[in-house]
């Protein structure tokens, strides 16, 4: 699986304009929306909610993955949000987010989801290219640092 497969240009924003996580996701599923890469955007914030509250998605080192499983998606879709500051997300290691990665699948796609969620924890366990993503200025350099990732 390449993340460049669900990553679209149009699907990140830097800086987001959320300062909360709450708003970062609503932000990340409404961009999906506006682009119709999703039909139903108000059932994909109530499951990526539910699962937040199940426990954070903060997984530390300053990434947050949000994701949920929705009925009515084609296929995985993700989108990525660089916030102007960092956001408390209730990561697992008590430090603020400095990038949320949202991804959404259909339902029945559980294997593919999995897989979409290892391959963006692996991508992002490189100390440099955390670091390079964080230092991001723009859209297109976030695009372009998963298009090499992806190699």
Same mark, same amino acid.
């Given at each position: 699986?390449?993340?460049?497969? =669900? ?17 970062? =996701? ?12 999703? /039909? ?17 998605? /903060? ?9 949920? @499983? ?24 008590? @430090? ?17 989801? =999995? ?32 298009? @090499?990732?992806?190699?």
């Amino acid at each position: 699986m390449k993340l460049i497969d =669900i990553i679209h240009p149009d699907s990140i924003r830097v800086p987001l304009a959320a300062t909360t996580k709450h708003e970062a =996701i609503d932000e990340l599923v409404d961009l999906l929306s506006a682009q119709g890469r999703i /039909g139903d955007p108000a059932a994909l914030k109530r499951v990526v909610w539910e699962r937040e509250m199940q426990r954070s998605t /903060g997984i530390g080192e300053g990434l947050a993955i949000p994701h949920g @499983k929705c009925p009515g998606l084609s296929g995985l879709v993700a989108a990525i949000g660089l916030p102007s500051e960092p956001l408390e997300f209730d990561a697992i290691d008590q @430090k603020p987010v400095r990038l949320v990665i949202l991804l959404a699948s259909p339902a029945e796609r559980i294997a593919e989801h =999995i897989q979409a969620l290892g391959r963006i924890s692996r991508t992002m366990a490189d100390p440099s290219m955390r670091q390079a993503a964080y230092a991001a200025d723009s859209a297109e350099a976030l695009y372009e640092l998963f298009r @090499k990732a992806d190699g």
